[in-house]
């Protein structure tokens, strides 16, 4: 009888100890997606800030997205399921101009995209605000801008699903746009 109730006790302490091991144990937390924008949420996926240069104030704005490498990978997905593939290839340029180069017709700002996704260019960049909410818009900017190396580098895809690919968007060097405003912005 008493072998049972020191076995008994025994089996109770390991499992107190267990229990205040494990409900004592904190994990990391990671946000594997981006946070989605509501309504109620105000649009904090970028940030707008004026810079001044050569005299002139420029706006220069910051996507969150880039960031986040959910928000890139969605952007990837929507990259294929748009069909960009079709007129930009993969990033290297078709019909549609080139992604992965220093040369952006109009823009490599994250507010130049947005608006050509959005709202399209002349001479074939068709217009998608009827086809996708704006923070796809933004998670798609950010992608187009990982093809060139301008997104850090933590956060970008770090290979690519297509056979011949070129080199993953994580391994690209950094390059300064030429195209670019501001010509010594690079990002964070």
Known sequence: ???RATAAAHVFTCAVLIASALSSCKRET???????LTADTPKAQYQVTIEKHNGRQVARVTNWY???????????ELYSSLNCVG???HGGGGMGPALTDANWTYGSDPGELYGSI???RPNGMPAFHEKMQEEEAWELAAYVRSLAGLTPKQAAPGRSDEMHAPPPPATKPEQTPKDSIVADHRPD
């Open 1 to 3: 009888m008493r072998r």
């Open 118 to 120: 959005m709202y399209g």
């Open 87 to 89: 007129c930009h290839a």
């Open 66 to 76: 880039e960031q986040n490498a959910y928000a890139l990978s969605r952007g990837k």
């Open 30 to 36: 990671c946000d594997f997606q981006a946070e989605r």
